[in-house]
């Protein structure tokens, strides 16, 4: 059974940098084909596709964000990091990570975690 | 504003079929990238509903089924029921000259009367 679930903080300041851990279980990050992506969602707005890294260590990034994100992955803790710098207040949403393999579509979620923008 | 256009809002009886509409552009879903959808309940997080356009994933009921034509797609719901109210999105991939990027629409919510 795969689970995924996301932890940081909930309150950060603007210009702070946010650091996000999936930690999840019952799959491989080193396993072909599979990656996982984070993904967010303002509050009471659309889903957002942030970043994914992939088992052999291939980062892709939202265009519009790149130069704010960093995903790495530790294999050894069946985790992955998600960085972004800058934090405004229009960053405040719920983000998501999710398991992205054979089917190629983010197949399964994490519960999600809340994170507020504010001084 | 979203790269896959979905209508805001749709709404249906119990037992009525409904439709809802996911239209992109020739560097997404015209380029032949997969379609997927998801649900989102209430206070929880997306669940995959339909991938690779128009297959379920198991515990998926029958009476979602996923097309795709063109630049667009669409998810079509049977036999609605109260516990269907939820918000749909669909997502596929863009690459256009601002880079590869995996895109979701702006959502629809499903009423059901």
């Known amino acids: 059974q795969i689970t995924l679930k996301e932890s940081g903080p909930t309150l950060v300041k603007p210009t702070q940098t946010l650091t996000l851990t999936c930690t999840f279980s019952g799959f491989s990050l080193s396993t072909s084909g599979v990656g996982v992506g984070w993904i967010r969602q303002p509050p009471g707005k659309a889903l957002e596709w942030l970043a994914l890294?992939?088992?052999?260590?291939?980062?892709r990034y939202s265009p519009s964000l790149k130069s704010r994100l960093t995903i790495t992955k530790d294999t050894s803790k069946n985790q992955v990091v998600l960085t972004m710098t800058n934090m405004d207040p229009v960053d405040t949403a719920t983000y998501y990570c999710a398991h992205s393999g054979q089917l190629a579509a983010f197949d399964i979620w994490g519960q999600g975690t809340m994170v507020t923008v504010s001084s | 504003q979203s790269v896959l256009t979905q209508p805001p809002s749709v709404s249906g009886a119990p037992g009525q079929r409904v439709t809802i509409s996911c239209t992109g552009s020739s560097s997404n879903i015209g380029a032949g990238y997969d379609v997927h959808w998801y649900q989102q309940l209430p206070g929880t997080a997306p669940k995959l509903l339909i991938y690779?356009?128009?297959n379920r994933p198991s515990g998926v009921p029958d009476r979602f089924s996923g097309s795709k034509s063109g630049t667009s797609a669409s998810l079509a719901i049977t036999g609605l029921q109260a516990e269907d109210e939820a918000d749909y999105y669909c997502q596929s991939y863009d690459s256009s000259l601002s880079g590869p990027n995996w895109v979701f629409g702006g959502g629809t919510k499903l009423t059901v009367l």
């Open positions: 890294i992939y088992w052999n260590d291939d980062k």
């Open positions: 690779g356009n128009s």
